[in-house]
């Protein structure tokens, strides 16, 4: 196999794109950290990089589209660069495009890419966070659930939960180098579980760790959403208000062809409980429109849930078949331009709801991290991830502020600062 080497003489550059979901991100960050610690440098853009990272996501048929196209691109380069491919990747995605870049890798195997030695877990290598305010800390990888249109169990495997102190150690570093936000990561977080420590567990040992920081997580599954970590969440000083909770259908004969283990009613009762008892919690979810056989009226039932529950955000995506997926077997008998219309459709409705639920913090003061200054504004968010926008003459990335929200728009507030500094 073709492997490219650096050394501290003669340093190689890397560029690492990255597609699909938080999961990917964080990945990208321990491949910059890995690439560095083996005398890699950053590059200063794609075409002059000597290796080529594509991190890529199977998830749906465009974001696989979308790693062919970028290899074609990188061949045309004058420049005679490396590509090596990594992420999530079915057996049949890697066959078809092993013969187009140099390297195909799995991450559990990153310490051995350019020559090294295996080791045990590639959650060792510490990730190199790409801005100094919010750090993503996967807490598990991998999935048991077999939703029957998602690939994820066979491009991640079965669920790998890490090791709680190993968890600690990584949260406790990044507060130390004065990181604000800590994002924990999972296929399905709720499901985590290490020697007698769930998941609601593992947030009161990190919110035990001194340091003013928030803490928030993705992804939940509705099926092992506890009561237990509803009532945490109410309480925590630190855990941010904020659920991604997908629900991906509103019709039950759905739901069970997805293989997702709740009914719209259970999980209408798991969305109240949360409004009911977390002041302020803001719920994103996810959902797919044109899984086969799925009629108009089941669709109906989705955009009457969607209506009915108001969500402050939504993923809304046009089913593609993916390989290996129970569904796969299924014919994909909605037309495209149907599934497109569907999702125009609950597009509609997610902007009105989105935006009648901003409106509610119009005139109020709320705290807000900002993660970015560019053009004379911060940008950042609330406690409940609500995106912000504020004027400011003064950069103040990584400070928490304290802001009257004076406009809403569907996805987004703007704000004034009440004081430089809370
Ligand atoms: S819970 Fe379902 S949708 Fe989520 S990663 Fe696992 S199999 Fe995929």
Known sequence: MDKIKTTKHNKQSYWIITYG?????????RIASFLQSQNFKKAKNKKTADLIIINACSVRQSAVDRVY?????????????KIYLTGCLTEKDKQALQPKVDLIFNIK??????????IDTYFKIPPLPNNSVS????????????CSYCVVPYTRGREYHRPAEEILKEVEMF??????????????????HYKNIDFTDLLQLIENIPGNFWITFLTNHPKDLSEKLID???????VCPYFHLPVQSGDNKILKLMNRHYTVKKYIKKVKKLRKKIKDVCISTDIIVGIP???????KNTAKLMKKLKFDMAYIAQYSPRPQTALSKVKD??????????EQELIKILEKTALENNKKYLGKTKVALITKYEKGYLFGHLKNQKQIKISSKKDLTGEMVKVKITQANPYSLKGELIYDKK
């Open 21 to 29: 979901c938080q999961m990917n991100k964080s990945d990208s960050e």
């Open 69 to 81: 196209g970028q290899i074609n691109q990188i061949k045309k380069n004058e420049k005679k660069q």
């Open 109 to 118: 195997e990153l310490s051995t890419i350019c020559g090294g030695e295996k």
């Open 135 to 146: 750090v993503f800390i996967p807490i598990s990888t991998g999935c048991d659930n077999f």
């Open 175 to 192: 507060i130390k180098r004065g990181f604000k936000e800590i994002i924990l990561l999972g296929q399905n977080v709720n499901s985590y």
């Open 232 to 238: 945490y969440v109410a309480e925590s000083k630190k």
């Open 293 to 299: 056989t799925e009629t108009t009226s089941q669709f």
């Open 333 to 342: 008998d909605i037309p495209k331009k149907e599934k497109q219309k569907r």
